[in-house]
């Protein structure tokens, strides 16, 4: 089986700082060691995925490395009890597709405590929709409701709306009953995100305040925040009083021009969302929620289906912020 061939996405360093993405033929003994082997069948494109595949050291430290941070399929070789050939497993997040080769190549071969079961009631495909942005929107949406902001105590605003993470949101929020009020930089996809649930579209110059003032009119009563910088700061200062935001992206900045106004008067709690390292204790739970009960209708208005071939150029549009959605790699096709 060492001999096996596959096809992978392998970006390398051909001189400092010039990094090239292209198709490469490699061989299941050019992966890690790992206690499982997966054929993988269906992959996600993701924000850190695009910085991986632009070579942003801050997500890959060493190249030529295959991205994909999620990664759905079907366990070809295990060496734990825990799983055996033919089952249907999800790997997503832990160290995949940052330093470990990920879901952009038809095999991956990691430590069993990074494979989880398929939850019951999911397709493999089915999972991928979700991915790493559907799992984080899923928390978002868990700890405003644990915080609690409940339906009856005001608008949501999700920002960065139009992304994997913020369309999922729109779509869970509205699901569970919130009015959301989506930010988007993108107005004229403002059909897209009212077929999604958001009540209002509110244009990304009007989600920044420019004013320099300390504190805001209070209009939200959470918030999920999946582009940090200014926007971040500008929805904490309008969020109303014992209000939750939570924060799970920096797309825009990492950085929070912030004073503790909005906290100390207001009694704001700000929320860190966290991904790659969510035990999984409290990863299964979430996803199996994700396969009944927070069970999305209308998947499909959020998916575009790829092969191998058209990834770069997902990856461009990821990039250059015209990504809408979720967009999933199909392995087979």
């Given at each position: 089986?060492?001999?096996?061939?596959?096809?992978?996405?392998?970006?390398?360093?051909?001189?400092?700082?010039?990094?090239?993405?292209?198709?490469?033929?490699?061989?299941?003994?050019?992966?890690?060691?790992?206690?499982?082997?997966?054929?993988?069948?269906?992959?996600?494109?993701?924000?850190?995925?695009?910085?991986?595949?632009?070579?942003?050291?801050?997500?890959?430290?060493?190249?030529?490395?295959?991205?994909?941070?999620?990664?759905?399929?079907?366990?070809?070789?295990?060496?734990?009890?825990?799983?055996?050939?033919?089952?249907?497993?999800?790997?997503?997040?832990?160290?995949?597709?940052?330093?470990?080769?990920?879901?952009?190549?038809?095999?991956?071969?990691?430590?069993?405590?990074?494979?989880?079961?398929?939850?019951?009631?999911?397709?493999?495909?089915?999972?991928?929709?979700?991915?790493?942005?559907?799992?984080?929107?899923?928390?978002?949406?868990?700890?405003?409701?644990?915080?609690?902001?409940?339906?009856?105590?005001?608008?949501?605003?999700?920002?960065?709306?139009?992304?994997?993470?913020?369309?999922?949101?729109?779509?869970?929020?509205?699901?569970?009953?919130?009015?959301?009020?989506?930010?988007?930089?993108?107005?004229?996809?403002?059909?897209?995100?009212?077929?999604?649930?958001?009540?209002?579209?509110?244009?990304?110059?009007?989600?920044?305040?420019?004013?320099?003032?300390?504190?805001?009119?209070?209009?939200?009563?959470?918030?999920?925040?999946?582009?940090?910088?200014?926007?971040?700061?500008?929805?904490?200062?309008?969020?109303?009083?014992?209000?939750?935001?939570?924060?799970?992206?920096?797309?825009?900045?990492?950085?929070?021009?912030?004073?503790?106004?909005?906290?100390?008067?207001?009694?704001?709690?700000?929320?860190?969302?966290?991904?790659?390292?969510?035990?999984?204790?409290?990863?299964?739970?979430i996803w199996q929620k994700l396969a009944d009960q927070w069970r999305l209708p209308d998947l499909e208005k959020l998916?575009?289906?790829?092969?191998?071939?058209?990834?770069?150029?997902?990856?461009?549009?990821?990039?250059?912020?015209?990504?809408?959605?979720?967009?999933?790699?199909?392995?087979?096709?």
């Amino acid at each position: 089986m060492s001999s096996l061939k596959f096809t992978a996405m392998v970006v390398s360093e051909t001189k400092p700082d010039t990094f090239k993405r292209e198709l490469r033929e490699k061989t299941i003994d050019e992966l890690p060691e790992g206690e499982v082997l997966v054929r993988v069948k269906y992959s996600s494109l993701n924000y850190k995925d695009a910085l991986s595949a632009s070579g942003n050291r801050g997500v890959t430290r060493k190249y030529p490395h295959t991205p994909g941070i999620d990664a759905a399929g079907v366990v070809e070789h295990s060496e734990h009890e825990d799983f055996a050939a033919g089952d249907e497993v999800i790997v997503s997040c832990y160290d995949l597709g940052m330093n470990t080769p990920g879901g952009f190549g038809r095999y991956i071969r990691v430590p069993a405590k990074w494979v989880m079961p398929l939850p019951a009631g999911m397709t493999l495909r089915e999972s991928m929709i979700y991915g790493t942005a559907g799992f984080t929107a899923a928390q978002c949406v868990y700890r405003l409701s644990q915080h609690p902001v409940t339906p009856d105590q005001g608008k949501i605003l999700v920002t960065g709306a139009t992304g994997g993470v913020g369309s999922m949101a729109v779509a869970m929020l509205a699901k569970a009953g919130y009015r959301v009020v989506a930010a988007t930089g993108k107005v004229e996809e403002e059909s897209f995100l009212r077929e999604l649930g958001a009540e209002e579209i509110l244009p990304r110059a009007k989600a920044i305040d420019t004013s320099d003032r300390m504190i805001l009119k209070g209009k939200w009563a959470g918030v999920v925040d999946t582009v940090g910088g200014p926007i971040l700061a500008t929805a904490i200062k309008s969020t109303r009083y014992g209000g939750a935001v939570t924060c799970c992206g920096n797309a825009a900045s990492p950085d929070l021009p912030l004073n503790v106004y909005p906290f100390i008067l207001r009694g704001i709690s700000l929320i860190g969302i966290d991904s790659a390292s969510c035990a999984m204790e409290v990863r299964i739970p979430i996803w199996q929620k994700l396969a009944d009960q927070w069970r999305l209708p209308d998947l499909e208005k959020l998916v575009t289906e790829i092969s191998l071939p058209e990834l770069d150029q997902y990856i461009e549009n990821i990039l250059l912020g015209k990504h809408r959605g979720r967009v999933i790699l199909n392995l087979d096709a």
